[in-house]
Structure formats: C-alpha cells, structure tokens
C-alpha cells in the first residue's frame, strides 16, 4: 500500500473515533428523580409542574418550581434564565442539569404544551 492511502485511511479513523467520542458525550440521558439525586452529573429529568411551586425572580433572572414524576416524587428545579412564557399551558417540563445542594440545577428547560390537535376533554 501506498503511504497516501496509509495516512488517508488513519486520519479517517482518527475523525470516526473523535465523531464517536463527541456524539456519547452529547447524549444525556432521561433518569427518575431517585436517580439524578444520586448521579452526581448531568442528566435530564422530565415531570408534570406543580403550578402552585412555581417561582420566578425578575432580579437575579432565577426560576424556581417543582416537578412531580409518574409515581408521585417531587423534585425542585431552579433555572437561571428567562421564565418560559408557555410554562403556565405546560402540561409536562424537561429539564437538563444537575443535582447539587437539595435543588437540581437546570441549565435548560424543554416545556411541553397541550397540542391543539389533541381532543379536548
């Protein structure tokens, strides 16, 4: 073989292994509650809100609220940013971040809305 096809073929494995590495340190996975107190990194959480819970600081820009889960545990997320203007409509939140100090720290929310498609009931 050629040295061009040599260094052509490693410089392509090289780029696979780093596109590789990059994508599975991309992933985040979905964990219970239970699970993220104790992860100790970044993981995404998803709940129904308790509207009653939620907070939101116009100075420091911090949102906080809480989250209920399918089997009825509640987690408090603090977000700092902008509140979500269609959190009040959430019918469920997605929140990616990580437990620290009692509170799990979200550095993003995903806030899902009724669908105008779904039948009303």
Known sequence: MK??????????????????I???SSLTPYVAFAEAKTSGRTVQVKGATIQESAQYNMDTKTF????VDDHGDELQVMYNGVKPSNFERATEVVAK??????????????VKCPSKYEAEG
């Open 3 to 20: 040295p061009k096809y040599i260094i052509g073929i490693g410089v392509i494995v090289v780029f696979m292994g780093f596109a590789a």
């Open 97 to 110: 971040g990580r437990y620290q100090n009692g509170v799990f720290m979200a550095d993003e929310l995903l």
């Open 22 to 24: 990059s994508f599975q």
């Open 64 to 67: 906080n609220f809480k989250l």
